[in-house]
Nanobody
């Protein structure tokens, strides 16, 4: 069974940092790429960052310069280092093997997605 398990969310004050992790299991071959997304109440699903297995990286406009994505292929784990957090970063964060998802709701009913981890940034 394919699973993506996230960890690392929590409550932090504005200006603080958190690191999210997402580990995949059950894949019969390597994961070609990963994406991080987030959804806050009342908002659409928002692309945060993505990385390919050979290191190609993209960031959403709102997190560029503050968040860093990285990948440990040997551990099938992707990380999201979040620095200079702002209250507007408060959301449920999801990892996925889909780097190009553009739907309004995450997670969708298809594809491989983690269970989500809550990040709350207090002002």
């Amino acid at each position: 069974e394919v699973q993506l398990v996230e960890s690392g969310g929590g409550v932090v004050q504005a200006g603080g940092s958190l690191r999210l992790s997402c580990t995949a299991s059950g894949f019969t071959s390597g994961v070609p790429g990963w994406g991080w997304y987030r959804q806050a109440p009342g908002n659409a699903c928002e692309f945060v960052s993505s990385i390919t297995s050979d290191g190609g990286i993209e960031y959403g406009h709102s997190v560029k310069g503050r968040f860093t994505i990285s990948l440990n292929n040997a551990k099938s784990t992707v990380y999201l280092q979040m620095n200079s957090l702002e209250p507007e970063d408060t959301a449920v964060y999801y990892c996925s093997t889909d780097r190009l998802y553009m739907g309004d709701t995450c997670p969708p009913s298809f594809g491989y997605w983690g269970q989500g981890t809550q990040v709350t940034v207090s002002s």
